[in-house]
Antibody
């Protein structure tokens, strides 16, 4: 069974940093491209970032470009999102996704 | 970026009614359109993938159709547990994009 489990969320002050992780299991992680998607409280779904299976191709939403960094470790079956210079508007549940399969999400709250 | 526009934004319906939610893409996306259901404090649950492919464990009253730019999610004989937000999602071209959502209220 395909499983994606996010971790690393929490409360952080504006300007701070967090690193999210996504542990993948039940499939050959190194063969799949992955995404991060987020959902602010009471709002819709927003794509954040994409990484190809090898990690050689990466894209970001304009709203996070220059502040967030996506990466992966295929040996550890793990996906990451390094989030720097966090803003209040980054407050959201962050999901890692393989195509149409999503994890349960991890909540990031940016507040003083 | 491909824009997905759902309609309606909100619908109040009675049990056993048939519900249709539409999703229109700003350009052709073939069949790379997926539908999710999301209940409060839960992650999105996949209902239909690639426009019309059913998902194991999803009740048969949920069905999808369409291709190109126009897609439909149909819920036959609505049940109280179907109260939720529904989203469409395209994976035809990066970046993936989502519809704004349709909130379904059960009267």
């Amino acid at each position: 069974e395909v499983q994606l489990v996010e971790s690393g969320g929490g409360l952080v002050q504006p300007g701070g940093s967090l690193r999210l992780s996504c542990a993948a299991s039940g499939f050959t992680f190194s063969s799949y491209e992955m995404n991060w998607v987020r959902q602010a409280p009471g709002k819709g779904l927003e794509w954040v970032s994409y990484i190809s299976s090898s990690g050689s191709t990466i894209y970001y939403a304009d709203s996070v470009k220059g502040r967030f960094t996506i990466s992966r470790d295929n040996a550890k079956n793990s996906l990451y999102l390094q989030m720097n210079s966090l803003r209040a508007e980054d407050t959201a549940v962050y999901y890692c996704a393989r195509a149409v399969t999503w994890g349960q999400g991890t909540l990031v709250t940016v507040s003083s | 970026e491909i824009v997905l526009t759902q309609s309606p934004d909100f619908q109040s319906v009675t049990p056993k009614e048939k519900v249709t939610i539409t999703c229109r893409a700003s350009q052709s996306i073939g069949s790379s359109l997926h539908w999710y259901q999301q209940k409060p404090d839960q992650s999105p649950k996949l209902l239909i993938k690639y426009a019309s492919q059913s998902i194991s464990g999803v009740p048969s009253r949920f069905s999808g159709s369409g291709s190109g730019t126009d897609f439909t999610l149909t819920i036959n004989s609505l049940e109280a547990e179907d109260a939720a937000a529904y989203y469409c999602h395209q994976s035809s071209s990066l970046p993936d994009t989502f519809g704004q959502g349709t909130k379904l209220e059960i009267k």
